[in-house]
């Protein structure tokens, strides 16, 4: 399995960016994908998850109604489009996947890590 995150950068406060997971090599028909962020010396942030077995989406309190997950399936990616971007947002953003027929947030429920993405919010 291998996931790779794009579209990390610059963005003022109030604005929006989309970043991006790139994902293969899933050999098991059940499988959820997440985003996780990191602040500087804090743990990580489980924010967004989606299922692949009926694309159930899960988000945490601090992003819920201003980021959104959706999938390409023709080409395997996972965007998160994030609005209404605030300082506190500012972290390097990871997607990962798990096993199962559900996603969750938590982070030691993930098997596979990709690089991650640095969002940087300026006020």
């Known amino acids: 399995v291998q996931l790779q995150a794009s579209g990390g950068g610059s963005v003022q406060a109030g604005g929006s960016l989309t970043i991006s997971c790139a994902f293969s090599?899933?050999?098991?028909?059940?499988?959820?994908i997440g985003w996780f962020r990191q602040h500087p010396g804090k743990e990580r942030e489980g924010i967004a998850c989606?299922?692949?077995?009926?694309?159930?989406?899960e988000y945490s309190d601090s992003v819920r109604g201003r980021y959104t997950l959706s999938r390409d399936d023709k080409e395997d990616i996972l965007h998160l489009q994030m609005n209404n971007l605030q300082p506190e947002d500012t972290a390097t953003y990871f997607c990962?996947?798990?096993?199962?027929?559900?996603?969750?947030?938590?982070?030691?429920?993930?098997?596979?890590w990709g690089r991650g993405t640095l969002v940087t919010v300026s006020s």
């Open positions: 990962a996947s798990m096993w199962g027929a559900s996603c969750r947030l938590n982070s030691w429920e993930y098997q596979y």
């Open positions: 989606v299922s692949s077995s009926d694309g159930w989406t």
């Open positions: 090599g899933f050999t098991m028909s059940y499988y959820g």
